[in-house]
């Protein structure tokens, strides 16, 4: 069993940044990518970055230039990192990080991130 529990959410206002945190504890060998994905109202939910285990980064275009995704492996723990930068209103959503297993994909419950123009 693998827990992802995501923080760092808030409201700010348009430029402003945010650096979102998620938290694998558990059985987390099994976890080789993560994402970050993100779920604005009455939308489906999008992905915005993915890292490897090794801390190669992929980032969708809505992403691209201003999010960084980083990543540090440890023993039954690893953590997920977005610094998020020049925040639009856009950018609105429930983030949320996951973890593919051979057993299943795990999901955190996410952190509410809200730009005010």
């Known amino acids: 069993q693998v827990q992802l529990v995501e923080s760092g959410g808030g409201l700010v206002q348009a430029g402003g940044s945010l650096r979102l945190s998620c938290v694998a504890s558990?059985?987390?060998?099994?976890?080789?990518?993560m994402g970050w994905y993100r779920q604005a109202p009455g939308m489906e939910r999008e992905l915005v970055a993915t890292?490897?285990?090794?801390?190669?980064?992929?980032?969708e275009d809505s992403a691209q230039g201003r999010f960084t995704a980083s990543r540090v492996n440890g023993n039954n723990t690893v953590q997920l990192f977005l610094e998020m930068t020049n925040l639009k209103p856009e950018d609105t959503a429930v983030y949320s990080c996951?973890?593919?297993?051979?057993?299943?994909?795990?999901w955190g419950r996410g952190t509410q991130v809200t730009v005010s123009s």
């Open positions: 996951n973890a593919p297993c051979p057993e299943r994909l795990y």
């Open positions: 558990g059985d987390t060998d099994c976890i080789s990518i």
């Open positions: 890292t490897t285990f090794r801390g190669m980064t992929h980032y």
